[in-house]
């Protein structure tokens, strides 16, 4: 494994060569990521078990925009639908519903795909969307749920005069090939391929970082701290009530986490002084990767560089591994669960156009970071 991953690791040899030197004030690159989990046999590093936090709410969280848009403008947006307007009918369908005929589609008749995490109660007997009726389809109290698994394909739409950071499109992406051959390595999962344009700043302190997660969506399963949430009930008259108060489920059900005596006593002690040390917030969603990615330019010697400061929580479940939870597991069923951290933490000094490669026991990434130079505005635009 390590053998054919070691071009990838010879590209991050080239550290230090100087940027052309610009007497433009703005400063906007295009970055490319691909982040990639392997088969790890035997690991010499020692990892703690229990997760450091990363603070990730003042970062620029590109990601969830794009996978649970807000859609609350749209009810100010929107106009009512008038009874007398003629319009053409259209029928609908959730992503990947099996429930949907396609032999309804006809020449009268639309179809619309909408996105998975669309769901009104009346969807079926939508026939617009582009007004409001009496029978409201929008519930801005009603936020689009994240999936359990981030695609690994992300494509945004690219702006040539960019104001703010955004997500690039899947065509301008240009280290598709090296995902290809990635995605042929044995015991190599692609997790994320992403590109976004943003504006870079000098200093380290003063640049704002991106966040960035992928995989797997643990949420329902761990909290945040690794304990395994106690399993919803099933066929239970609480169900109805559980539904109507979701928040206080999830939290009763991380205080049972909490309150397990399976775990470890060293384990317990160390989530308490963690938790007691960081004073940040700690993310929502438990991803299987998550954590900041940051560029920003240093001067060194009058000459200004490039600088990528990461870092990223890997997530992996497996069973404790003590005498006392052998003992439990062998009267009370299943070995427990607990979800373990591999801190992913490294700050280096790279160079445009070239590709660089992160090396982990666990994980891999590939940069590249292309200088975006912004076009002048026509003519008749600047008059």
Same mark, same amino acid.
Request: glycine share 2%.
């Given at each position: ?60 969280? !590109? &990601?969830? #925009? ?5 859609? %609350?403008?749209? /009810? *100010? ?89 955004? !997500? &690039?499109? #899947? ?5 598709? %090939?090296?995902? /290809? *051959? ?102 929502? /969603? ?98």
């Amino acid at each position: 494994m390590i053998n054919k991953l070691w071009p990838f690791a010879l590209l991050a040899t080239s550290l230090i060569s100087p940027s052309v030197i610009s007497e433009e004030q703005d400063w906007w690159f295009d970055v490319e990521v691909i982040l990639f989990s392997r088969d790890a046999e035997q690991v010499d590093e020692v990892f703690e078990p229990v997760v450091k936090p990363i603070d990730v709410h003042r970062s620029t969280d !590109l &990601l969830t #925009a794009y996978l649970a848009p807000d859609l %609350s403008y749209l /009810q *100010q947006m929107l106009p009512a639908c008038q009874a007398s307007e003629h319009f053409p009918m259209a029928t609908f369908r959730l992503e990947g519903n099996p429930l949907w005929d396609p032999d309804l589609s006809n020449s009268t008749v639309t179809p619309v795909i909408l996105p998975y995490w669309f769901a009104p109660p009346n969807w079926q007997q939508l026939t617009r969307l582009d007004c409001l009726t009496e029978q409201n389809w929008f519930d801005p109290k009603i936020k689009p749920p994240l999936p359990t698994e981030v695609p690994v394909h992300i494509s945004g739409i690219s702006q040539r005069y960019p104001v703010a950071s955004h !997500l &690039l499109s #899947a065509e301008q992406l240009e280290l598709n %090939s090296i995902y /290809q *051959q990635l995605n042929r390595l044995r015991g190599v999962q692609p997790m994320l391929h992403v590109g976004w344009r943003q504006q870079v700043v000098f200093g380290r302190d003063n640049a704002k970082a991106i966040r960035l997660f992928a995989g797997h969506n643990y949420s329902d399963q761990f909290d945040y701290w690794g304990n395994q949430l106690a399993p919803e009930p099933i066929n239970s008259p609480l169900l109805e009530a559980a539904d109507t108060q979701p928040h206080q489920n999830l939290v009763e059900r991380i205080e049972l986490a909490l309150k397990n005596d399976a775990l470890p006593a060293i384990i317990k002690k160390k989530e308490e002084f963690v938790q007691q040390e960081f004073s940040g917030q700690i993310p929502a /969603q438990v991803w299987q990767l998550d954590g900041l990615f940051k560029v920003y330019l240093q001067y060194i010697n009058r000459v200004p560089y490039l600088h990528i400061d990461s870092q990223f929580n890997y997530r992996k479940p497996d069973a404790l591994d003590t005498t006392l939870t052998a003992q439990t597991n062998h009267l009370n069923g299943p070995p427990e669960q607990f979800l373990y951290s591999y801190p992913f933490k490294q700050l280096r000094r790279v160079i445009s156009q070239e590709i660089h490669y992160f090396d982990h026991p666990y994980i891999g990434m590939i940069v590249q970071i292309r200088r975006y130079h912004i076009p002048a505005l026509p003519k008749e635009e600047q008059n």
